[in-house]
């Protein structure tokens, strides 16, 4: 994933096949060179790039005054260069870092956060509501947390800031608004949304159990699903984490404590006997959801291993081992739905365990033989 370091590696190993410390350095040298001064736009990155720089994709294709923050974009190239410094201490890495890092301020949203990719170019920055340009009353400010992107941005500028000694006062401000937004974001019962434009914390939703809706429909019918509760592409697991290392970096018992409480909303969103695992969405109700066409209401084989994670991360990082309590009934469970390749299904029938599949033209289905491809309806069970 992280792309830098891979090519430090790639290029010192080409003029031998145990390099010396003199290559290597060489070779790093000569990396972060090419990198900064002819990938980088504006400081930032994207995914990939054609050996000739002409293509250039995030998620879709770029132009070249756009950067992704989606991992594995910029905050993962800034990590790899901090990895680096920290390793050798040469002050070019350090610069290199701050260059991803003044990129990143560049695209800060007012509500915090941030958003898939950041915008230079000024028509299309002007659909944004990038916090250090002029207010802009319908410009999109909706920030990220799912595939981590807010988290990612945070966790990199925690490091930085701590690289720095916390010397740039900018970086600072800018994480401060961004740790208030996110504990703002977070819901009473401890839960956060795939995404947030501002405070959920006055929200009148019950805090109860997750359970079981008495009916659901198999039809797909498109609503809203931003705000509910969201386990999908562990949105929790990055911010729980994310929470940590700021307790771990300032010391600020805040952030532990939004932490915790994101623990305490897992363990309330752990279904009832005899299916004792997650879903990837709630809705207010605590029931599970639909989100995307190809995502239904059902329990999860992928998110609830991520959620197990992230209660054994959390009690190891707190000391409470109140949060171990839910993951050995969870664990009983899932060895029970084990396929027979020792694969899990993405999705297992509410009241019946039956592995649910999509066709190509997403209908329901218990059949795997026409599922599409850009989606993993089979999971690796760690």
Not at 136 to 144: E, G
Request: aromatic share 12%; hydrophobic share 40%; charged share 25%.
């Amino acid at each position: 994933m992280m792309v830098m370091v891979s090519l430090f590696v790639a290029l010192a190993v080409l003029a031998s096949d145990v390099p010396t410390v003199a290559e290597a350095s060489r070779a790093m040298d000569r990396a972060v060179r090419f990198f900064r001064t002819s990938v980088s736009a504006h400081g930032g990155y994207l995914w990939r790039y054609s050996a000739d720089l002409k293509k250039r994709e995030g998620e879709g294709k770029a132009d070249p005054d756009c950067v992704w923050v989606q991992p594995p974009g910029t905050p993962a190239v800034g990590m790899a260069y901090l990895s680096a410094y920290e390793l050798t201490k040469r002050g070019y890495l350090l610069d290199a870092a701050r260059e991803v890092g003044e990129c990143l301020l560049q695209g800060q949203l007012r509500s915090g956060g941030w958003a898939h990719e950041i915008r230079f170019e000024p028509s299309a920055r002007s659909r944004y509501a990038y916090r250090v340009d002029p207010e802009r009353p319908r410009a999109n400010d909706r920030s990220q947390l799912d595939d981590d992107m807010t988290q990612s941005a945070i966790r990199f500028l925690l490091r930085l800031e701590k690289a720095q000694g916390r010397k740039d006062r900018r970086i600072s401000e800018a994480l401060d608004y961004a740790l208030d937004a996110l504990i703002e974001a977070q819901y009473p019962n401890g839960a956060w949304p795939q995404s947030f434009t501002g405070s959920n914390r006055a929200s009148s939703r019950p805090v109860k159990a997750a359970s079981f809706p008495e009916t659901w429909s198999r039809m797909y019918t498109a609503r809203p699903y931003a705000e509910h509760y969201t386990l999908n592409d562990n949105v929790m697991g990055a911010v729980i984490e994310t929470l940590l290392d700021a307790w771990d970096f300032r010391r600020n018992a805040r952030y532990r404590d939004a932490a915790v409480r994101g623990g305490e909303f897992l363990a309330l969103a752990q279904l009832p006997e005899p299916q004792p695992g997650w879903a990837q969405q709630y809705d207010a109700e605590m029931h599970p959801a639909w989100a995307r066409k190809f995502e239904p209401p059902a329990i999860t084989g992928g998110e609830s291993q991520q959620v197990m994670r992230t209660l054994i991360a959390l009690a190891l990082r707190t000391g409470e081992r109140r949060f171990l309590a839910p993951v050995p009934r969870a664990l009983a469970y899932y060895r029970r739905l084990l396929l027979p390749d020792g694969r899990l299904a993405r999705f297992y029938e509410i009241g019946t365990d039956r592995p649910l599949y999509f066709t190509q033209r997403y209908e329901l289905t218990y059949d795997d033989s026409d599922t599409p491809t850009h989606y993993s309806f089979k999971v690796a069970s760690h």
